[in-house]
């Protein structure tokens, strides 16, 4: 009897990546696997990523968020909630002090917020005030911290404030946005496998794919904090053993025939079209009869080479292809 495996994903595969937004896709996930990863990778992303926003703001002049101020075309509700569109990156742990300093008549934006070096403004054009009267000041002092997802103005009150400073909910997430899609995809004579495509779109403050990243990673951690203690020193034990034996466990891909092992049957019989590798190469191959991964991975160095316009790049992009699949050329 066979025992049952269920195969392993791809490595994320870049769709598009254009500065703060980026489309990844997995290939290769088990039946079903691709909502249970996609959503859980899509909470990890909105919750548990760290990020910087503003907790407090002190307004010279005003002592409470329901003011209003003459010269100003805002009124400090308006300003408060343009403040907290600012977007921050800080580089080192804790709290930081940023003010604005301006004089009127001046369009306000956050390009004119003073920040020390452990702090970096991500969208300078957002707009925060106009004041219109000449000679008019407006002086604002805001508190930055780093934290994670969502925190009420009720919680960051408990501490007692300075008169005239107001509390504002804060937005730690660096995300934007982030959305997965499904699709069904053939792995072997199988064609209810999935492909995960996600999109993540951020603040700036960190790119799409160190967003993706370490929503793995935390899974990860957080999957291995609820296994017991004898499986922790079981993995520890294996650990050398798997290693030793990975050039073996390679050998015996490569030697796969239709006779042979059966816990790799699904993989070696994916068609050569569903691999990561360009157009051209996916061509060659196929023009050489070369239809499955198990048909390409049976193949060396050399009998590649003499395929009409393979080449030793061509070569290398199928060596990188395989890997994703634990396979190397003969």
């Known amino acids: 009897?066979?025992?049952?495996?269920?195969?392993?994903?791809?490595?994320?595969?870049?769709?598009?990546?254009?500065?703060?937004?980026?489309?990844?896709?997995?290939?290769?996930?088990?039946?079903?696997?691709?909502?249970?990863?996609?959503?859980?990778?899509?909470?990890?992303?909105?919750?548990?990523?760290?990020?910087?926003?503003?907790?407090?703001?002190?307004?010279?002049?005003?002592?409470?968020?329901?003011?209003?101020m003459a010269g100003v075309k805002e009124d400090v509700i308006a300003i408060l909630?343009?403040?907290?569109?600012?977007?921050?990156?800080?580089?080192?742990?804790?709290?930081?002090?940023?003010?604005?300093?301006?004089?009127?008549?001046?369009?306000?934006?956050?390009?004119?917020?003073?920040?020390?070096?452990?702090?970096?403004?991500?969208?300078?054009?957002?707009?925060?005030?106009?004041?219109?009267?000449?000679?008019?000041?407006?002086d604002i002092e805001l508190?930055?911290?780093?934290?994670?997802?969502?925190?009420?103005?009720?919680?960051?009150?408990?501490?007692?404030?300075?008169?005239?400073?107001?509390?504002?909910?804060?937005?730690?997430?660096?995300?934007?946005?982030?959305?997965?899609?499904?699709?069904?995809?053939?792995?072997?004579?199988?064609?209810?496998?999935?492909?995960?495509?996600?999109?993540?779109?951020?603040?700036?403050?960190?790119t799409p794919r160190e967003a993706l990243d370490r929503s793995v990673m935390i899974m990860i951690e957080q999957l291995h904090a609820m296994l017991g203690s004898h499986m922790n020193l079981e993995k520890e034990a294996q650990a050398p053993e798997i290693e030793e034996e990975a050039p073996k466990t390679k050998k015996a891909k490569e030697e796969v025939s239709s006779e042979g092992k059966e816990d790799m049957t699904d993989v070696l019989k994916t068609r050569i079209d569903t691999m990561p590798l360009p157009a051209r190469i996916l061509a060659s191959l196929q023009n050489a009869n070369i239809r499955t991964i198990g048909g390409l991975a049976r193949k060396k160095k050399e009998d590649l080479l003499e395929i009409e316009g393979m080449g030793e790049k061509g070569i290398l992009e199928i060596k990188k292809a395989l890997e994703t699949f634990g396979l190397s050329l003969k």
């Open 1 to 68: 009897m066979v025992d049952p495996q269920i195969i392993l994903p791809t490595k994320p595969r870049v769709v598009t990546e254009d500065g703060a937004k980026g489309v990844y896709e997995i290939d290769n996930l088990y039946p079903g696997y691709g909502h249970t990863l996609g959503n859980s990778l899509r909470r990890i992303i909105l919750s548990s990523l760290p990020g910087a926003a503003i907790t407090t703001i002190k307004i010279d002049g005003v002592a409470h968020e329901f003011s209003t």
């Open 143 to 206: 508190t930055v911290e780093s934290g994670l997802g969502y925190v009420s103005k009720e919680v960051l009150q408990k501490n007692k404030m300075e008169v005239g400073t107001i509390a504002v909910d804060a937005i730690f997430s660096p995300i934007r946005r982030v959305a997965y899609e499904v699709e069904n995809m053939r792995v072997g004579d199988k064609t209810n496998h999935n492909r995960l495509r996600i999109t993540i779109e951020t603040d700036g403050s960190l």
């Open 81 to 138: 909630l343009n403040l907290k569109k600012v977007r921050f990156k800080i580089t080192s742990e804790g709290s930081f002090t940023v003010s604005i300093k301006a004089k009127g008549p001046k369009v306000i934006t956050a390009k004119d917020i003073d920040v020390p070096g452990q702090v970096e403004v991500m969208n300078e054009d957002q707009y925060i005030a106009e004041i219109t009267e000449k000679g008019k000041s407006l």
